[in-house]
């Protein structure tokens, strides 16, 4: 069974192309993480996924309905956590869940719903003094209602502190347990990694991954990294480095060289190096984290420039919802 | 469909906002001062006698004015609002159509406004039938049934245009421009499309079809329907629509029900029409 599958969705706002003819399966019953650097267009595919804006071309198709024209098929078994939502500041929490439960023709019990994502005590406060954590649970206890099929969580850990993020991670877990599909976004690795079986990279507008964390580490050449700092460091050493075979990228910063590349490879650098004539004062390895593979996936082909993290973060066209 | 939980979730909010209250009071103070004016006041009857039929249509000349303009203060960010600030997110995400949404919208609110207005007027006409003690009661009743139908159309006509736009400040021209155009300047919008129809000059008579132009404002159809409904009440206090000087068929106050019932229809359709397709 599939829960979600896009088919060449493309979403254009005026000039700017939110999305690019995204392809992606997510199977029924699993944890799908959807990644990506802010303005990648996360939120675009969530909003057609919800039929909140319609695409330009392709079509989406979620728990066997068209998402556009059986719209509300689609959201009577969807738990839905927005992004950039607003709270009724004058509703209660209880009456929120309350409204949701209604909505979704359930017979819940509200409190309930407040209690598993913890601010039961506050069911009877108006939602507009809450705090951003706290709006967070009650909109999580509103997605949960009428125990949906799917979950869609758009930046679910937003506001949420440390202890706040790893119950939102037991919550997801305990819904797929119970058989729910969960689909969230995030840009924030270490949730993705610890909880999801597979994964989605989004960069651009575009899909430029799809697979489990392991089977993308596999599929990347890079799975390490080597730094050494040399006392000479200059073009030569880049070049020596990169004719190394197993070497994807050599980066030089002062005098310090970053290369990815295959574990196997790290030796035979160090030597190539020192063969050449630059003389070694420290070197580090580490094997790449999901950082690094996100980077590598949603980065430009490296240059001898170098893109710091951040500008991979920033560098892609800032989507206005 | 789920337009139930939309109402009901929309007046509980409604009804926790001090403004609903004040506006309650507002309206039970109007509704008990016209009364009292009208029974003590002999010029405010007309030289009629005074009777509870006199009093329905006092009332019913200021209700008009009064209904336009809550409407619009209650009614304009209905979905610009809650578009502009995001909790349409939240109200989309669960299994409402947006149909649904614009129903349980028009529900909602008609319930806001028109509670407090029933009660008020409801207890300034029982009050006037124990001092007036003249006229039938069921004057009283079929006005504040048609009251209550002004009161919606009111509503839906600016959830309606509310419908169009994404931002409160866009919903909130059009709100006030529609008042401004279609009722406090209609007088010379009809003039002018009188004049510019007759050739850039002024007719001699009037044609029939300037009565139903004159007819548009939803507070003037109100008024009129009120006279179709109570003819003889209105025969007795002299309450007229302006039809007496056109003989066309359409040229009768029952016309105010018919353009009463377009303004339910037409402006909310054109608002879902827009919403529908609209990206949040």
Known sequence: MVAIQLDGVSKQYGSITALRNVDLTVESGEIFGFLGPNGAGKSTTIDILLDFVRPTNGSATVLGHDAQTESVAVRSKTGVLPDGYHVYDRLSGREHVQFAIDSKESTEDPLDLLDRVGIADAADRNAGGYSK?????????????????LLILDEPSTGLDPNGAREMRKIIREEADRGATVFFSSHILEQVEAICDRVGIL??????????????????????????????????????????????????????????????????????LDREGYSIVDF????????????AVTREPRSAEGHTEEDAAAAPTEVEQ | MTWVAVAKKDFSDAVQSRSLWALSAFFILLSLGLTYGYSE???????????????????????????????????????????????????????????????????????????????????????????????????????LGWTFFFALVYVSIIVGLSALVSSTTKAAALGIGFFFIVEFLWDGVAFVLLFVANG??????????????????????????????????AA?????????????????????????????????????????????
Request: hydrophobic residues 50%; proline residues 4%; negative net charge.
């Open chain 2, 200 to 233: 850039f000059s002024l007719p001699t008579a009037a044609p029939d079809w300037y009565f139903v132009v004159t007819q548009v404002p939803p507070s003037n159809a109100y008024f009129s329907g009120l006279v179709a409904l109570l003819p003889d009440v």
């Open chain 2, 41 to 143: 006041f002999e010029f405010l009857s007309a030289g009629t006698e005074t009777t509870i039929g006199g009093l329905v249509f006092f009332l019913g000349g200021i209700v008009g004015l009064f209904v336009s303009i809550t409407s619009i203060v209650i009614c304009y960010r209905a979905i610009a609002g809650e578009r502009e600030l995001g909790s349409a997110k939240i109200l989309l995400s669960l299994p409402h159509s947006r149909l649904d949404v614009l129903v349980g919208k028009v529900v909602g609110r008609t319930a806001v406004l028109a509670v407090p207005l029933i009660i008020a007027l409801g207890l300034g006409l029982s009050i006037g039938i124990i001092v007036i003690g003249a006229g039938s009661i069921l004057s009283a009743v079929i006005f």
């Open chain 1, 203 to 272: 960069n651009n507008g575009e899909l430029v991954a799809e697979d489990t964390i392991s089977g993308l580490r596999a599929s990347l050449e890079t799975d390490s990294r080597l730094d050494v700092t040399l006392e000479n460091a200059d073009n030569g050493a880049v070049s020596a480095a990169e004719d190394v075979a197993g070497v994807t990228s050599a980066i030089q910063d002062g005098s310090m060289l970053s290369i990815a590349l295959t574990r196997e490879s790290k030796y035979e650098v160090l030597a190539a």
């Open chain 1, 284 to 295: 580090t390895t580490d094997e790449s984290s999901l950082d690094d593979l996100f980077a």
């Open chain 1, 133 to 149: 954590g706290m709006t967070q649970r009650l909109v999580l206890a509103m997605a949960l209602a009428g125990e949906p099929e």
């Open chain 2, 236 to 280: 007795a206090v002299n309450a007229s629509t302006g039809a007496a000087g056109f003989d066309a068929f359409y040229a009768v106050p029952e016309i105010g029900i018919v353009i009463l019932c377009l303004w339910l229809i037409v402006p909310i359709s054109i608002g879902y029409t827009v919403f529908s397709q609209a990206d949040l």
